[in-house]
C-alpha cells in the first residue's frame, strides 16, 4: 500500500505541474494550514481549557471564535510515538516509532538526563517509505515547513524533516539537542541539513529564547510563501522541562508560587504571545482568513509540571507518560475566519485522524486512502456533525501499557502484565470507579479487539503474554 501512495502522490504532484508552473494561491476552501504543537502541556493548562492560573489570551481567542474539542486525544504520551502518530495517521501499535526508545534495531546515540549526566540509548526514527504529512501536502501542492521540533529522526541525521518529506525544516534534532545544545537558549541549530550557530546564545548566554527563534523562522517562511498554498508545522519545546525561561514578569508578584512554577506558567504564556505574534503577521498580510489553524499539545503534563498547583491536568488521572487520560487527552482548538464556527464539542478525534483530514482540505484525500488508522474529521471544523465515536481508539506501548476507546469505554493498564481496567469515560473522564470486575466479558472482548489492532514491530519485539496475557489464545488466531 505504501508504494501506492507515493505513485498516487507523484501522480498529483505530475498533475499540479501540468496545470501550470504559477503558484496559486490559497483560498477559504484550500487554505493554509498552520499546525502548532505544544510540548508537554497539560489538558488544564488553558484558560479556555479551565485553568484560573496561567495567562493564554491568543490561545484563548483562538478558541473563543473557533472550535474546541474536549474528548481529543494524543497519540501516544509521550513525545516521539505521538508525533509519529500525528506525522503518518497511524495508531502506536502500527506505527514505525512506539516508544521514545526502541528495544532492537534503529540506532544509538547519547541522552543527557534532567541531572546532566549522560546514557547511551537506542532510537528507531522514520524510514524513507514512511509516508508523512509532510509529503502528502507537498505532493498536493503545498509548501511545507517544519519548524523546531521533529523528534522522529532518532539518531539518523538522513531523517530529518527535510528528507521526510517536508520542503523546509529549521530546528533541532535528537543527537545534536542531546549532545551538545541547552534546550530554551540554542547555539546549535539546523536550516536543513546545515547546522547554524545563533551567535547570541553563545558561551551560554540567555539572549534568545528558542520560542522567540521558532517563531521567528515561522514567520519568514510566511512572508516567503504567502502567495502559495502552505502547510507550516511549528512545534514549540514550551512547557517540556527543564522550565528555562528567564522572563518571568508575568508571575513574579505570585509571592505562594515556586520559581519551578513561575517558570513553568511562564513558559506557556511567552509561547501564546509568540502566538499572538504569528497571528499579527497573518492579519497584517491578509492571509488570516484563508489560513486554517489547528492547536495541540502532544501529550499530558510531565511529572515536575506544577500538576497540583496549577490543576494542569484539569483533574485528570494519570500523566505525561501513562496512557490514563492525564497523558493522552489534550487541548485541541480550530480556527479560520469566517468557515470554522465558535463552539465547543466532544466528538471523538485523535491524531491518527490528521493525516485522511488535512489530506482531504489539501484535494489529495485519494493519496492516503485505507492506510491509515484515523479518519476524515474536517466536516467537524466547518459545523457539520458527523459520529466518531462509534469507532475505535488504540494506543500501546510496547509490553508496557495498552488502552482502548470503545464506544463509552475505556479499557486501560499502565503496568505490565497487570489486568485492564475498565471506565465508563465520558460518565467518569477521571477514571476513578474500575468497572472491570463488573464486566468480565466485555473486557475479554476489549481484549481481544487491542490484538486486531495492532501488528507486531522489528524495533520492538515483545512476547504475546507482555502484550496481554493471552499467549495461549493468541497463538492459536488466524
Known amino acids: 500500500m505504501k508504494h501506492v501512495l507515493m505513485t498516487m502522490g507523484a501522480l498529483l504532484a505530475q498533475q499540479a505541474q501540468a496545470a501550470g508552473d504559477e503558484p496559486q494561491g490559497a483560498t477559504p476552501e484550500r487554505p493554509n494550514i498552520i499546525f502548532i504543537l505544544a510540548d508537554d502541556m497539560g489538558y488544564g493548562d488553558l484558560a479556555c481549557y479551565g485553568n484560573r492560573y496561567i495567562q493564554t489570551p491568543n490561545i484563548d481567542r483562538l478558541a473563543r471564535t473557533g472550535t474546541s474539542f474536549t474528548q481529543a486525544y494524543a497519540g501516544s504520551g509521550i513525545s516521539s510515538p505521538s ?106 541549530r539546523f536550516h536543513g541539513d546545515s547546522l547554524i550557530h545563533i551567535e547570541e546564545n553563545a558561551r551560554d548566554a540567555h539572549v534568545r529564547h528558542n520560542t522567540e527563534i521558532s517563531t521567528d523562522d515561522a514567520i519568514q517562511f510566511i512572508h516567503r510563501n504567502r502567495q502559495r498554498p502552505f502547510f507550516l508545522f511549528l512545534g514549540y519545546d514550551a512547557p517540556h522541562e527543564p522550565y528555562n525561561i528567564d522572563d518571568t514578569s508575568w508571575y513574579d508578584e505570585q509571592g505562594d508560587w515556586s520559581a519551578n512554577t513561575k517558570r513553568y506558567a511562564a513558559l506557556v504564556t511567552h509561547m501564546d504571545y509568540n502566538i499572538g505574534r504569528l497571528l499579527g503577521t497573518l492579519d497584517a498580510l491578509g492571509l488570516r482568513g484563508n489560513t486554517l489553524i489547528i492547536f495541540a499539545s502532544d501529550n499530558g503534563a510531565a511529572v515536575m509540571a506544577p500538576l497540583k498547583e496549577l490543576n494542569c491536568g484539569a483533574g485528570l488521572k494519570g500523566r505525561k507518560g501513562q496512557l490514563y487520560e492525564g497523558g493522552i487527552r489534550v487541548p485541541l482548538i480550530v480556527n479560520q475566519p469566517g468557515r470554522v464556527p465558535a463552539r465547543q464539542i466532544d466528538n471523538l ?130
Open 349 to 478: 478525534v485523535y491524531f491518527p485522524d490528521f493525516m485522511p483530514t488535512l489530506a482531504r482540505l489539501a484535494g489529495s484525500s485519494s493519496v492516503v486512502s485505507g492506510d491509515t488508522n484515523g479518519m476524515d474529521v474536517s466536516p467537524l471544523f466547518f459545523g457539520e456533525d458527523i459520529d466518531t465515536d462509534n469507532r475505535d481508539l488504540y494506543w500501546e506501548f510496547p509490553g508496557k501499557q495498552r488502552a482502548i476507546r470503545h464506544q463509552g469505554w475505556k479499557a486501560v493498564t499502565v503496568k505490565k502484565d497487570a489486568p485492564l481496567e475498565l471506565y465508563r469515560i465520558k460518565e467518569d473522564p477521571c477514571e476513578q470507579h474500575n468497572l472491570a470486575a463488573e464486566h468480565p466479558e466485555l473486557v475479554k472482548e476489549l481484549e481481544r479487539l487491542m490484538l486486531q489492532m495492532r501488528t507486531p514491530s522489528e524495533n520492538y519485539p515483545i512476547p504475546d503474554d507482555a502484550v496481554s496475557g493471552m499467549t495461549k489464545k493468541r497463538s492459536t488466531r488466524k
Open 83 to 188: 508525533r509519529c502518530s500525528l506525522m503518518t495517521g497511524k495508531n502506536s501499535g502500527n506505527s514505525r516509532i512506539r516508544d521514545n526508545q526502541c528495544y532492537a534495531g534503529g540506532m544509538t546515540g547519547l541522552k543527557i538526563n534532567p541531572r546532566g549526566d549522560t546514557t547511551i540509548v537506542r532510537r528507531a526514527n522514520l524510514l524513507e517509505e514512511d509516508v508523512t504529512l509532510g509529503t502528502v501536502l507537498s505532493k498536493a501542492g503545498y509548501r511545507t515547513c517544519l519548524v523546531n521540533k521533529w523528534h522522529l529522526d532518532g539518531y539518523d541525521p538522513q531523517a530529518a524533516p527535510n528528507h521526510r518529506g517536508f520542503d523546509e525544516f529549521y530546528g533541532w534534532t535528537i543527537a545534536t539537542v542531546h549532545s551538545n545544545a541547552p534546550y530554551y537558549y540554542p547555539y546549535y
